[in-house]
């Protein structure tokens, strides 16, 4: 952070938010490296080819990691081309092999291939970052397997559950996530060396017949894969998939995020984010103990999103064989998103893993509601018993009503003994029966082994 100049404009990306890992991969020394990495392995094959002398790609090599940033802006500052000026900084470096480099190659030969390594690096960036929020998960899962709690749909009180079952729906999100990861990973390829519109025209009046073969092999030299065909540019969707995967694993963070909210609020309190002991939560209310991490990954996860329609523009919009308008905005899109999901996961890992579970607010509001779920039961053995469902549906909705708005004014709930008082119930079901069913944690189906199922598969695949 010493380094930044915040008298000028600084991107939060720069500083506060996403890690230092991934801000070096993005760094414009980085791209020139890579760029220069291109160039390199271009000139290591047409050396074997015959094109270069031994001393010419010699040359280059030691010179390839010279990064003179300053020089290259002043060239660009003059001729408006960012690669050419990079170009010219390394030719004037290399006295020797300067003269050679580039040759045959349109400026998207070195781009795109340099992209396309930085790019799966930053996802191999993410998906270990994905699969320590999944460990992470997985301990709070086996933690709470067994815990009941109540379960809530519309944001109403609903059926009870286990803590460790709720766990599993937002580490199953990231499972998926991960599964689309390894997809993504699987289609990250470079644009190869296939000249200005993508026929090797330009590689075959060098090479002939060997131009295939020569793009084999800088490929292999790079340890990435080429597209089979692409225009000028690799085609634009990959950087579409890449957005919609990262916006998909927000997507996910986002709603573990927005439900802590929920959990440590007030009127539920049975979750709270990790706060310091010297952390604020409010310039005005010293008392307040604010979910601002919770509510950083959510508004993250939005500005997530929101790029992937900027990526979707730009693949649909990349015309014939291409045009530059996607330029611009993929210098800022890339680098935001990745940062953005770092951050988002690093975020995410934290709060998962020191996250305080109030178990005496989880047993009272389970107290408070549980008693509702029990219902099912007894609609459930009542119309085994003989009884019409949806009469039956009918009565139990009404003193469910009734006992609702009793609890909610005097603090106790009369539904039991309301329920062995009414002769439509106790024609199918004794108090004895009803006692019996009234035990409402016991009213979690199989969540306990869904629970170790997902585990597994996470074990598996994370």
Same mark, same amino acid.
């Given at each position: 952070?010493?380094?930044?100049?915040?008298?000028?404009?600084?991107?939060?990306?720069?500083?506060?938010?996403?890690?230092?890992?991934?801000?070096?991969?993005?760094?414009?020394?980085?791209?020139?490296?890579?760029?220069?990495?291109?160039?390199?392995?271009?000139?290591?094959?047409?050396?074997?080819?015959?094109?270069?002398?031994?001393?010419?790609?010699?040359?280059?090599?030691? *010179?390839?990691?010279?990064?003179?940033?300053?020089?290259?802006?002043?060239?660009?500052?003059?001729?408006?081309?960012?690669?050419?000026?990079?170009?010219?900084?390394?030719?004037?470096?290399?006295?020797?092999?300067?003269?050679?480099?580039?040759?045959?190659?349109?400026?998207?030969?070195?781009?795109?291939?340099?992209?396309?390594?930085?790019?799966?690096?930053?996802?191999?960036?993410?998906?270990?970052?994905?699969?320590?929020?999944?460990?992470?998960?997985?301990?709070?899962?086996?933690?709470?397997?067994?815990?009941?709690?109540?379960?809530?749909?519309?944001?109403?009180?609903?059926?009870?559950?286990?803590?460790?079952?709720?766990?599993?729906?937002?580490?199953?999100?990231?499972?998926?996530?991960?599964?689309?990861?390894?997809?993504?990973?699987?289609?990250? #390829?470079? $644009?190869?060396?296939?000249?200005?519109?993508?026929?090797?025209?330009?590689?075959?009046?060098?090479?002939g017949s060997k131009a295939k073969n020569f793009e084999e092999d800088v490929m292999s030299e790079l340890g990435i894969e080429a597209f089979d065909v692409t225009g000028q540019v690799y085609p634009?969707?990959?950087?579409?998939?890449?957005?919609?995967?990262?916006?998909?694993?927000?997507?996910?963070?986002?709603?573990?995020?927005?439900?802590?909210?929920?959990?440590?609020?007030?009127?539920?309190?049975?979750?709270?984010?990790?706060?310091?002991?010297?952390?604020?939560?409010?310039?005005?209310?010293?008392? #307040?103990? *604010?979910?601002?991490?919770?509510?950083?990954?959510?508004?993250?996860?939005?500005?997530?999103?929101?790029?992937?329609?900027?990526?979707?523009?730009?693949?649909?919009?990349?015309?014939?064989?291409?045009?530059?308008?996607?330029?611009?905005?993929?210098?800022?899109?890339?680098?935001?998103?990745?940062?953005?999901?770092?951050?988002?996961?690093?975020?995410?890992?934290?709060?998962?893993s020191g996250l305080v579970i109030n178990q005496k607010n989880i047993e009272k509001n389970l107290e408070n509601f549980g008693p509702f779920a029990a219902i099912e039961l007894i609609l459930l053995e009542s119309t085994k018993r003989g009884a019409d469902r949806q009469e039956m549906h009918e009565v139990?909705?009404?003193?469910?009503?009734?006992?609702?708005?009793?609890?909610?004014?005097?603090?106790?709930?009369?539904?039991?003994?309301?329920? $062995?008082?009414?002769?439509?119930?106790?024609?199918?079901?004794?108090?004895?029966?009803?006692?019996?069913?009234?035990?409402?944690?016991?009213?979690?189906?199989?969540?306990?082994?869904?629970?170790?199922?997902?585990?597994?598969?996470?074990?598996?695949?994370?």
């Amino acid at each position: 952070m010493t380094e930044i100049n915040f008298n000028t404009y600084q991107s939060a990306f720069s500083w506060r938010y996403g890690s230092d890992q991934m801000r070096q991969l993005f760094s414009e020394i980085n791209r020139r490296k890579t760029w220069r990495k291109v160039w390199t392995a271009i000139a290591r094959v047409q050396h074997k080819a015959g094109l270069l002398t031994k001393a010419e790609f010699l040359d280059i090599r030691d *010179n390839s990691q010279k990064i003179d940033i300053e020089k290259a802006h002043e060239i660009e500052a003059e001729i408006k081309h960012d690669l050419m000026a990079e170009l010219k900084t390394f030719a004037a470096q290399s006295k020797i092999g300067g003269g050679k480099i580039h040759l045959g190659a349109t400026s998207q030969d070195i781009e795109d291939n340099a992209d396309a390594i930085i790019l799966l690096s930053a996802l191999e960036i993410i998906e270990t970052e994905l699969k320590q929020a999944l460990a992470e998960f997985s301990k709070k899962i086996s933690e709470y397997k067994e815990l009941v709690c109540m379960a809530y749909t519309h944001l109403q009180p609903a059926e009870p559950t286990t803590l460790g079952y709720r766990f599993t729906l937002y580490a199953q999100d990231l499972l998926i996530d991960l599964q689309l990861l390894n997809f993504v990973k699987e289609n990250v #390829k470079g $644009k190869g060396t296939k000249g200005a519109v993508g026929t090797y025209a330009s590689y075959v009046a060098l090479l002939g017949s060997k131009a295939k073969n020569f793009e084999e092999d800088v490929m292999s030299e790079l340890g990435i894969e080429a597209f089979d065909v692409t225009g000028q540019v690799y085609p634009r969707k990959l950087d579409f998939l890449i957005l919609s995967l990262l916006s998909s694993i927000a997507q996910s963070a986002s709603k573990f995020a927005f439900d802590l909210r929920i959990m440590q609020s007030a009127g539920f309190g049975e979750w709270m984010e990790p706060f310091g002991k010297k952390q604020v939560g409010s310039s005005a209310m010293p008392f #307040k103990r *604010n979910p601002i991490t919770a509510e950083k990954i959510c508004s993250l996860a939005r500005y997530v999103a929101s790029l992937t329609k900027v990526s979707w523009d730009n693949a649909a919009n990349s015309l014939l064989e291409r045009t530059l308008d996607d330029s611009a905005s993929r210098r800022i899109v890339l680098p935001d998103a990745f940062l953005a999901t770092n951050e988002i996961l690093l975020s995410t890992k934290s709060i998962v893993s020191g996250l305080v579970i109030n178990q005496k607010n989880i047993e009272k509001n389970l107290e408070n509601f549980g008693p509702f779920a029990a219902i099912e039961l007894i609609l459930l053995e009542s119309t085994k018993r003989g009884a019409d469902r949806q009469e039956m549906h009918e009565v139990l909705r009404e003193h469910a009503l009734v006992a609702y708005e009793f609890n909610n004014r005097l603090g106790t709930n009369p539904l039991f003994e309301n329920l $062995k008082k009414d002769e439509k119930i106790t024609k199918y079901l004794n108090s004895k029966d009803i006692d019996k069913l009234s035990d409402y944690k016991t009213h979690i189906g199989l969540a306990k082994e869904k629970c170790e199922i997902l585990l597994q598969k996470i074990k598996k695949a994370a």
